[in-house]
């Protein structure tokens, strides 16, 4: 029998356009410059912006900020390059800070 309430999702704080499911969350244990942040495999309804090399904690990446498709709002970053081996996994990964996203259908 299918869950009627639907899948759980995460959607941009400011318009509730969702963007992310939580079954595509593969870590939540990612710092942002302003708090916790999550690893996701997959976002929706994003916009990226251009892409850049950014010192991060674990080194150098090239990565692309994401923003919401409906109301602009940047709500974290996409990891286009990782420079270390170790690093590769985040490749294509996208990142939504904690504080930007809200839950629906909890």
Known sequence: MADSTGPRIYSCFNCRNPVSRHDDIISKAFQA??????LFSHAMNIVEGPK???HLITGLHTI???????CGQVLGWKYER??????KYKEGKIVLEKFK??????
């Open 64 to 70: 692309a900020d994401v923003s919401c498709s409906d």
């Open 82 to 87: 990782a420079y270390q081996d170790s690093q």
């Open 52 to 54: 850049e090399d950014r």
């Open 33 to 38: 410059s302003n708090g916790r942040a999550f």
């Open 101 to 106: 996203i809200v839950k629906e259908n909890w």
